[in-house]
């Protein structure tokens, strides 16, 4: 093995913030982490697969792209609860030809966008692997107690509201499939996705939304989660809805980490939060089922078929 | 694949505790998990793989002893803090050849451990992984605000005590390996081994334990943290370490999954807790470094060698 996994907990270490706060009173180094959340405050806790020919792959993207985007998966759910992050913990597969250099880039990129949610990595796993770069990102949040913005909370007449544009990290997917080079410059929200932390803990302060998820296996399959969980339907708006490459993508690309949440029609939702775009693309029906209308005021079924990664077909 | 993502899923929602409880506001189904902790506790976070072919083999090991192993990991880190466990998330990464009865005797397994110790699967996530079984545990547990017992209280004078038999797992897989058939019944330590949770409350709540951590890696490795992070030495009498193979098992053996802690000399340790037979095992120094002494006062230098699972050495 190149990269020993002693040299790569002690760079975990060295890099992770051990010194105990006023939440994390212990990190690494025991066989738990101790956490004090915030007095009021009920747990988010979320964990997320990031694994090598699913979510990436090493012969597209940077270490560091790939060390953001996991971490970004587990943010951009507790933004989806209207939470904020407290702890990171990560558990980490290597393969053997891995070095030590990806290693440090995979770490920098995961630790950069911890920095700038002010929040730890606070313990984790490390081994062999196989095959593959396999990780784990689990992210553990606050928000007040009772406050979280669940998918369960959509009523009939409540319109539907996606943040930024969606399908650019899925057109990102298409160029390199067709053997453009997209790079972190030409395809930001592809490589290194912000979470919208900021937005989620608007909405829940201003007690604007109703339901909320991260739009992370695409606009059709996630808002079928929230039709599920609520037990409603909804018709979108084909001409309304924000996209970079195409409509198609926009609708079951993945990993836009957009949030998509439902408001009353009564609420005052503003067009911008935290300097990202609101748009308002549909509304919740009492019909279950998912339905497209266009310009024509013609509807199309619309059915959850969000992106399935890189997986084939087959399965 | 034979087994289907969604089957899967289908299988962990139908299984899982979903019902909401006072500890578990909201379970699988959501961005996050909502958990209440108690009013007054810390959160105890502690994430472990349970990989093949280094934690276990599936030609030796049936799927629900897999299960269970995988949960004790967690279980047993919770239990080393003195805590006790709220809930549970699984990461499982399947290979293609695994079929849904594999996967439904792994729930199995984990789910009876899980429900004696009545601690609901809270969330997880699911992946094809290329090869291999790959699990990830989280469990969340929690300890009264700053009463957890941690590895860095020993101080020079204390004894050091074990629980239960060390080796035992550990020798069941030498046991694999000269071909021999350990079964459940004959070696329920290697299979099936228990959390020490009642155990280590006990020793929080009566204020003996200064310091513990579980027998995961190996007594000589998991003494070494202990001294590390307390900043002190240790030495061993080899007569008195209760071992069911043979000594050097008992030593460098890995997954006892039993507690090993410290307590100052004044104190009045049980000879069994909680049905769990205690024994001093050596005491601690001011000295750097580890030693074993001899029934003839013979002193040899005891180096951290912790069972390294089935890896390589040239690693």
Redesign the interface.
Known sequence: ?SL??RALIATIRRRANRAPSSTL??GI?????????PRGH????????C?E??HFRRAWHPAKAIGHRCLVRGLS??A??G?FPL?I?L?L?LP?DISQRWANDFFTGLLALADRWKTPL????I??????V?A?I?V??S?P?GK?I???GASPGDLIYVTGKLGLSSGALEEFRHRRKPTPRTAPRHFFPEPRIQVGQYLRVQKLATA???ISDGLSTDLSHICD?SGVGAVLFSESIPHGYSLDLALHGGEDYELLFTASPRSQVPAQIASTKVTAIGEIVSRRGMWLTDAMGRRTPLKPRGWEHF?HSG?
Chains 1, 2 share one sequence.
């Open positions: 093995m020993s996994e009173a212990r180094g025991d066989d738990c982490a101790v956490l004090r959340p009920e747990l988010l806790v979320t964990t997320d697969f694994l020919n699913v759910d507790i989806a609860m939470g702890a913990f558990s597969a053997q606070a313990g984790g796993d081994a062999q692997s196989p095959q593959n396999m784990d689990l553990i949040g928000v107690k979280a669940l998918r369960s909320m998820i991260d969980e997986r399965k």
